[in-house]
């Protein structure tokens, strides 16, 4: 069982370092102000505290910090403030701009690193065939299984010293760049004219400005030339990516183990375990959250945390219905409340607390520790509320398909984006996610925001605030679109500067919250045993004790109406809202 250490049980506030104005520093002074005071007990700093290249800092090029949003200085601001730090270790990749995989493609065979990524066809060697492409395409048996995150193979091909291309195991997001070619880059090209070489650099240029396949352009009289011509476009081109690591090899462990002792350096108390479910592969298993092998790293990985006093906090996305979050908090870990925000949601929207009070018994009867949200850096999740069937057993979600859909609809309603997962053929599946502001997702309703807040504030578990979500944020259409592929997560995104922080406190919905975080985030109340009281649908009544010390939240779902008693000896506060 995983031990707790010493992790205050308090607010988590969750952010970029440059969420709020442009680097660390002006979060700290936020944090600094008067109406801060108390609040927060732990930050949730996202990875762009470290040095990294793609996918708003989940691709990871090292742990060191990124010195344009964090100094040393913060570090010791923070152990000023009380407040303790949570990280993120994405485990199942490195940066294809990571010093391991910059040196595989500088050494190629000869790199140290040549067994730290997983090479595709060595992996699915003699379980598939090779087609046109140079990629092995797995036998029909194993790729039905395998559980997509993106259309197509998860493969990013990149060119060797030896001028081979070999294609490395990429989970997520992927970028090629092709630069354009210039007279000079075919000036070895023997026999040919100015003009010739002007219009071979036209064609090839055309191509990749309207981002063509480059194999499908006609050369004409030069297509003898092609296959030189082309080399010549590779070896210019450049690549971003997450690039799957080779958990198999024992210089993946020892860079664990360095990156832990690092971020424990760092002030780290709670380290997310990011990507986790998909680290262990195998041929003839989904990847991921494989048995027995995803459990052996994460005992492996515990291990290593605990020499250091990390709290691990392993993040998976999957239904309700693979009971996979019972798996893992039967083995002592924290889990994420994934299924809170569409449930809080759900309850708002509908005016009934039935299924909320349902997964909320079931957290007190097993006793789950959790981290819950409302917002994050990521979507509203609505895939994890469904049911599943299971060895021919379908097991029951915590809301059916139908209550599903109107949530997803209401949301897109209100402008929200949506993400879907894919199968090894490019096919829609499943819906993922939704992207949008809490705030937005609730149609921009501040009342509806506050009793939000108010539930989660009174839910078990260590509440985590995304900070757009206390400042009321709408959705961010413009960010959204201009990020084209990546887009419908930007749209909750968006940077606050201190002058939006200065307004935002005059707000009554920022001030509120503040009012209900604080008396989270000191009353001993939550430290003792909850009640769930029986009431009708439409109303929730949440008792917190301990010892002499009560905490009571009572809202009407119809009117929006709720307040908040706290007693501490036999005096008693009020807030009505």
């Given at each position: 069982m995983?031990?707790?250490?010493?992790?205050?049980?308090g607010?988590?506030?969750n952010?970029?370092?440059?969420?709020?104005?442009?680097?660390?520093?002006?979060?700290?002074d936020?944090?600094?102000?008067?109406?801060?005071?108390?609040?927060?007990?732990?930050?949730?700093?996202?990875?762009?505290?470290?040095?990294?290249d793609?996918?708003?800092?989940?691709?990871?090029?090292?742990?060191d910090l990124?010195k344009?949003?964090?100094?040393?200085?913060?570090?010791k601001?923070?152990?000023?403030?009380?407040?303790?730090?949570?990280?993120?270790?994405?485990?199942?990749?490195?940066?294809?701009?990571?010093p391991q995989f910059?040196d595989?493609?500088?050494y190629g065979?000869?790199?140290?690193?040549?067994?730290?990524?997983?090479?595709?066809?060595?992996?699915?060697?003699?379980?598939?065939e090779?087609g046109k492409?140079g990629?092995i395409m797995p036998?029909?048996?194993?790729?039905?299984?395998?559980?997509?995150?993106?259309s197509?193979?998860?493969?990013?091909?990149?060119?060797?010293?030896?001028?081979?291309?070999?294609p490395y195991?990429?989970?997520?997001?992927?970028?090629?760049?092709?630069?354009?070619l210039?007279e000079?880059?075919?000036?070895?090209?023997?026999?040919?004219?100015?003009?010739q070489?002007?219009?071979?650099?036209?064609?090839?240029?055309?191509?990749?400005?309207?981002?063509q396949?480059?194999n499908?352009?006609?050369?004409?009289?030069?297509?003898?030339?092609k296959?030189?011509?082309?080399?010549?476009?590779?070896?210019?081109?450049?690549?971003l990516?997450?690039?799957?690591?080779n958990?198999?090899?024992?210089?993946?462990?020892?860079?664990?183990?360095?990156?832990?002792?690092?971020?424990?350096?760092?002030?780290?108390?709670?380290?997310?375990l990011?990507?986790?479910?998909?680290?262990?592969?195998?041929?003839?298993?989904?990847?991921?959250?494989?048995?027995p092998g995803?459990?052996?790293?994460?005992?492996?990985?515990k291990?290593?945390?605990s020499?250091?006093?990390?709290?691990?906090?392993?993040?998976?996305?999957?239904?309700?219905?693979l009971h996979?979050?019972?798996?893992?908090?039967?083995?002592?870990?924290?889990i994420?409340?994934?299924?809170?925000?569409?449930?809080t949601?759900?309850?708002?929207?509908?005016g009934?607390?039935?299924?909320?009070?349902?997964?909320?018994?079931?957290?007190?009867?097993k006793?789950?520790?959790?981290?819950n949200?409302?917002?994050?850096?990521?979507?509203?999740?609505?895939?994890?509320?469904?049911?599943?069937?299971?060895?021919?057993?379908?097991?029951?979600?915590?809301?059916?398909d139908v209550?599903?859909?109107?949530?997803?609809?209401?949301?897109?309603?209100?402008?929200g984006?949506v993400?879907?997962?894919?199968?090894?053929?490019g096919?829609?599946?499943?819906?993922?996610?939704?992207?949008a502001?809490?705030?937005?997702?609730l149609?921009?309703?501040?009342r509806k925001l506050?009793?939000a807040?108010a539930?989660?504030m009174f839910?078990?578990?260590?509440?985590?605030?995304?900070?757009?979500?206390?400042?009321?944020?709408k959705?961010?259409?413009e960010?959204?679109?201009?990020?084209?592929?990546?887009?419908?997560?930007?749209?909750?995104?968006?940077?606050?500067n201190?002058q939006?922080?200065?307004?935002?406190?005059?707000?009554?919905?920022?001030?509120?919250?503040?009012?209900?975080?604080?008396l989270?985030?000191n009353?001993?109340?939550?430290?003792?045993s909850?009640?769930?009281?029986e009431?009708?649908?439409?109303?929730?009544?949440?008792?917190?004790?301990?010892?002499?010390?009560?905490?009571?939240?009572?809202?009407?779902?119809?009117?929006?109406d709720?307040?908040?008693?706290?007693k501490?000896?036999?005096?008693?506060k009020?807030?009505?809202f």
């Open positions: 995983q031990e707790d250490f010493t992790i205050s049980k607010v988590m506030f952010a970029y370092p440059d969420s709020i104005g442009t680097n660390l520093s002006d979060l700290i936020m944090l600094k102000m008067p109406h801060f005071k108390d609040v927060f007990s732990l930050f949730y700093v996202l990875p762009t505290f470290f040095n990294s793609l996918d708003r800092g989940f691709s990871i090029v090292d742990y990124n344009d949003l964090v100094s040393k200085e913060n570090l601001a923070f152990e000023e403030l009380n407040i303790q730090l949570k990280f993120d270790i994405v485990l199942n990749h490195l940066s294809v701009t990571s910059k595989l493609l500088k065979d000869k790199s140290k690193y040549k067994d730290f990524f997983i090479n595709w066809n060595t992996f699915w060697e003699g379980k598939g090779m492409d990629i036998h029909e048996q194993f790729l039905s299984k395998l559980f997509m995150r993106k197509g193979l998860p493969v990013l091909k990149v060119l060797f010293p030896d001028g081979s291309e070999r195991w990429n989970t997520f997001y992927q970028n090629i760049s092709y630069a354009n210039t000079n880059d075919l000036i070895d090209l023997s026999g040919l004219s100015q003009e070489i002007n219009l071979i650099c036209s064609k090839v240029n055309a191509a990749i400005d309207e981002k396949d480059l499908s352009v006609d050369f004409e009289n030069y297509d003898y030339l296959n030189k011509i082309l080399q010549i476009v590779n070896q210019k081109r450049s690549y990516g997450q690039m799957d690591v958990a198999k090899a024992e210089l993946v462990w020892e860079f664990y183990e360095e990156t832990l002792e690092k971020v424990s350096d760092f002030g780290c108390k709670i380290l997310r990011d990507a986790f479910a998909y680290l262990h592969k195998e041929i003839g298993q989904s990847n991921f959250f494989n048995k995803t459990w052996q790293y994460l005992k492996r990985i291990k290593i945390a020499k250091h006093d990390l709290m691990l906090l392993p993040e998976i996305h999957a239904e309700y219905g996979l979050h019972d798996e893992v908090a039967n083995e002592g870990y924290y994420y409340d994934f299924f809170l925000p569409g449930l949601i759900h309850t708002i929207e509908n009934s607390s039935k299924a909320l009070l349902t997964w909320a018994k079931e957290i007190i009867r006793k789950y520790k959790t981290v949200m409302l917002g994050c850096h990521d979507g509203i999740p609505v895939l994890d509320l469904k049911g599943k069937e299971v060895n021919g057993i379908y097991n029951n979600g915590l809301l059916d209550e599903i859909e109107a949530i997803m609809n209401k949301i897109m309603e209100r402008g984006r993400k879907n997962l894919y199968d090894p053929s096919n829609k599946i499943s819906y993922y996610q939704v992207n502001t809490f705030f937005s997702a149609g921009e309703d501040e506050l009793l807040r539930i989660q839910m078990p578990g260590i509440p985590q605030v995304w900070y757009l979500d206390l400042f009321a944020g959705n961010d259409y960010a959204a679109d201009k990020a084209a592929d990546s887009g419908h997560k930007e749209i909750n995104r968006s940077t606050l201190m939006d922080i200065r307004n935002g406190l005059q707000k009554d919905i920022v001030m509120n919250q503040l009012k209900i975080m604080r989270r985030n009353s001993d109340a939550f430290l003792g909850v009640t769930f009281h009431t009708s649908d439409c109303e929730i009544h949440i008792e917190w004790i301990n010892q002499n010390e009560i905490a009571e939240l009572q809202a009407n779902l119809k009117t929006l709720f307040s908040i008693n706290h501490k000896n036999g005096l008693i009020s807030m009505n």
